[in-house]
């Protein structure tokens, strides 16, 4: 936790001072509960840039290569981080994010899995809406949008949506093909913001 706050300061030292950054829709963010943050994946620095300016602590997913870097993988798990092969069904991953949303706290996914430029949607997966409707979390949307100068100095602007109860992904069989279905009606939810 003491990592955590470290680094959370130093984080909003650097977007504070070095970057313009504009928020909307803060007053979505859920104050107490399970919570799944989502959404598009721009940069190296979303996670960062999220954990700052939302209040909770927000538990990412990360590739698992990441996680193999001895001091990189270390100060990524005293960030709440923790790892996912996104190659397969990680079940190990599933188990956590499960767990961290029955224990109440949030949990942070970019369901196209990888960083996407502009407005190309991918293939997201179905992971979100799966970890929506059997916790019964309600997920709230996130648009981030770069506009880079210098590669120090950014606009940044983060729209937060409104969060969606899992009642209203659409979901009835809970097979993988829902899951995949509401997935993909989700990031474009987030890119609609």
């Given at each position: ?68 870097t001895p001091i990189v993988g270390q100060l990524a798990r005293a960030y709440g981080a923790f790892p996912v092969v ?108």
């Open positions: 936790m003491i990592v955590y706050k470290i680094a959370r300061g130093i984080f909003s030292f650097y977007f504070r001072v070095f970057n313009r950054v504009i928020v909307r829709g803060q007053e979505n963010e859920i104050p107490e509960g399970p919570m799944i943050v989502f959404g598009n994946h721009y940069s190296n620095m979303d996670v960062f840039l999220l954990t700052v300016f939302f209040r909770r602590q927000i538990r990412f997913m990360g590739k698992h290569t990441l996680f193999k996104r190659e397969q069904t990680d079940l190990s991953a599933v188990k956590t994010a499960l767990r961290i949303l029955r224990n109440g706290e949030v949990l942070g996914i970019f369901p196209e899995g990888t960083r996407i430029k502009g407005e190309k949607i991918s293939d997201p997966k179905g992971g979100i809406a799966m970890f929506a409707w059997r916790t019964k979390s309600p997920v709230v949307p996130v648009h981030l949008e770069y506009r880079r100068r210098f590669h120090i100095f950014n606009h940044i602007e983060i729209t937060i949506g409104a969060p969606i109860p899992p009642e209203e992904l659409g979901i009835v069989s809970a097979t993988p093909e829902e899951y995949k279905e509401a997935s993909c009606r989700l990031i474009d939810h987030v890119y609609s913001l």
